[in-house]
């Protein structure tokens, strides 16, 4: 290994074996650390992989079959509608679940990763106790630990008593039934994933966002091209609208909705999904035992090398801080590893990409035109919509968009964003753009192969010069 020389049987614990704990678990393991992972699962696998990530991209892998299916017809080709075995479905879903966690079960016996199945808490700066799944305790001295403790659902004090048939997104994923209609509060990643997926399976889908727009915080231009779409497959979308109070009646829930000028209405649903964002796991830890600091909203405070305001203990993942994403936090995983390791690493990329697996896809990395004119920065924006795509066009996708977004003074790419088929794939070509100091006159040059999607970005640098082939502009001369 590269760092083979430098073995050391330094202890470390890591608290969490999510995306950001098992990968974490797994470097020091391999740099020749002693190491013990602590969960409550029986394996390694976090939220990402039980409840999050992979559970939700499976089921919408179903949705997108259906959807793809309904659209055949524009081309001749016609399939009955879709007969959904629900049992089957989410046996299919367990089983993915299952193979991938089974897999770093293995994984990490092979790395003589030690495993504590339960849930620990500190009890001073160099100690953890964990209370074992089994029952008892096991107390581990260490010379470094990692908190990877993710993060849980907010939920918001509007359900009144307790119904079932009120989900997050836990139960979800569950799809106990195909209710006739829903109720999703929050038009985030989380609503409309699991609306798409509902509303492919055949419920009648309202979605109630209390800010202006889906996705606060992402590109409009994407996303109005997601809502346009969204439009035909949900029953309602009602933004402004805020969820007072949600209540059990006779087997229904009866809700109470509230608009900007808050003039109140009230309507009723089959089920509701609760998706109104994620809090850290910061409590209940035993931090008040460390120099452990977290900050008003409750994430543990990190510097650049991920370590907290205690010395030997690091943070990583959704516990540390947004964007609340798995790639990130094994990103931060392989920084803290690295610096425990002696490495002069840090946390500090120039692009995360962000993916919503939506019908259509939507996608961004690196610096996105919101916030560039929110501080006032200078930059080019170049669009290039896919109805110009030939690849586009041979699938019927033509309302997509790719955006890049370069610096004047050196035409260097420094954000990008992309909605359409395939967007979550895509945007890796964008994010190492960026990370690599590409410019659009390198993008324009590089040969992408035809037809693609991925032929868009190299389009969109053409298009900065007023070269692209497929798209003529006579207002953009370069
Ligand atoms: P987690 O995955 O939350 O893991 C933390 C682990 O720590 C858990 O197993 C928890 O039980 C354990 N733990 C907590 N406290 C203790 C304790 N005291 N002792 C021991 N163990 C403890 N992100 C993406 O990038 N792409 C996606 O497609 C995506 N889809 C998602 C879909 C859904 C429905 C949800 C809910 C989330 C999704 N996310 C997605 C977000 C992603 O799941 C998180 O960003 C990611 O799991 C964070 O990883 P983590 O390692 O920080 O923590
Ligand atoms: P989110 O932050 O993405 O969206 C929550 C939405 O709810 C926001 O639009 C917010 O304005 C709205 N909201 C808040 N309170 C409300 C209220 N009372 N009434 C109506 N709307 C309200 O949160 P989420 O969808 O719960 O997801 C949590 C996090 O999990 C995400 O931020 C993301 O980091 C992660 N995640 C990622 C993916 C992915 O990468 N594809 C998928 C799912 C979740």
């Known amino acids: 290994h590269e760092y083979g020389d430098k073995m050391s049987q330094k ?9 950001g704990g098992y990968p974490a678990a797994f470097r020091a393991a391999d740099l020749g650390m002693d190491v013990t992972l602590v969960d409550p699962a029986s394996k ?14 499976a089921l919408l892998h179903a949705a997108h079959t259906i959807t793809e299916a309904s659209h055949a017809n524009e081309y001749g080709v016609k399939f009955d509608d879709p007969q959904i075995d629900l049992e089957k479905l989410r046996t299919w879903k367990d089983n993915v679940v299952g193979k991938l966690t089974g897999g770093l079960g293995m994984l990490m016996k092979q790395r003589k990763v030690k495993y504590a199945q339960g849930v620990a808490s500190f009890s001073s700066s160099n100690q953890v106790i964990v209370q074992l799944q089994e029952g008892g305790e096991q107390i581990i001295d260490f010379d470094y630990a990692i908190i990877a403790t993710g993060s849980i659902p907010v939920l918001p004090p509007i359900v009144e008593g307790e119904s079932t048939l009120v ?10 039934d195909v209710p006739k209609n829903l109720l999703v509060v929050g038009g985030g990643y989380i609503g409309l994933e699991l609306g798409t997926v509902y509303a492919s399976l055949g419920t009648k889908v309202t979605v109630v966002e209390m800010t202006s727009g889906l996705l606060p915080g992402a590109d409009r231009d994407l996303v109005d091209v ?35 000028e808050k003039t109140n209405s009230n309507m009723t649903f089959d089920k509701a999904l609760i998706a109104v964002g994620r809090r850290p796991m910061s ?13 008003e909203r409750g994430f543990v405070q990190i510097d650049k090398q991920c370590r907290t305001s205690d010395q030997n203990i690091f943070a990583i993942g959704d516990v540390a801080g947004e964007p609340m994403l798995a790639h990130k936090a094994t990103s931060e995983a392989h920084v803290a590893v690295d610096v425990i390791n002696g490495k002069p690493e840090s946390f500090d990329p120039l692009a995360i990409p962000a993916v919503v697996f939506t019908e259509p896809e939507l996608a ?34 033509k309302k997509g968009l790719t955006k890049l977004i370069s610096e004047p003074s050196t035409n260097r790419i420094i954000g990008a964003g992309i909605v359409g088929n395939g967007a979550g794939e895509m945007i890796a070509e964008a994010t190492l753009a960026i990370e690599m100091g590409t410019k659009l006159d ?11 999607l991925s032929e868009t970005f190299m389009e969109s640098a053409e298009l900065f010069y007023n070269q692209s082939p497929h798209f003529y502009s006579p207002k953009r001369k370069k």
């Open 11 to 19: 202890k470390v614990v890591v608290i969490g074996a999510g995306p």
């Open 44 to 57: 390694p696998g976090g939220v990402c992989l039980y409840v999050g990530c992979i559970p939700s991209k």
């Open 167 to 176: 989900m997050d997104s836990t139960s979800a994923l569950e799809i106990p």
């Open 226 to 260: 997601l809502k346009s779409d969204l439009d035909t497959r949900f029953d309602q979308i009602l933004l402004n609208t805020r969820v007072e109070k949600i209540s059990e009646k006779s087997g229904k829930l009866r809700v109470t909705l509230s608009d900007l």
């Open 283 to 295: 409590k209940n830890l035993g931090l008040e035992n460390t120099n452990v600091k977290t900050n």
């Open 364 to 397: 961004w990395t690196g610096l996105s035109e919101l916030e560039a004119r929110q501080k006032n920065w200078e930059i080019e924006v170049t669009k290039f919509p896919w109805a110009a795509s030939g690849r586009a066009t041979t699938m019927g996708k």
């Open 442 to 452: 390198d993008m324009k040059s590089v040969i992408h192969a035809h037809p693609t």
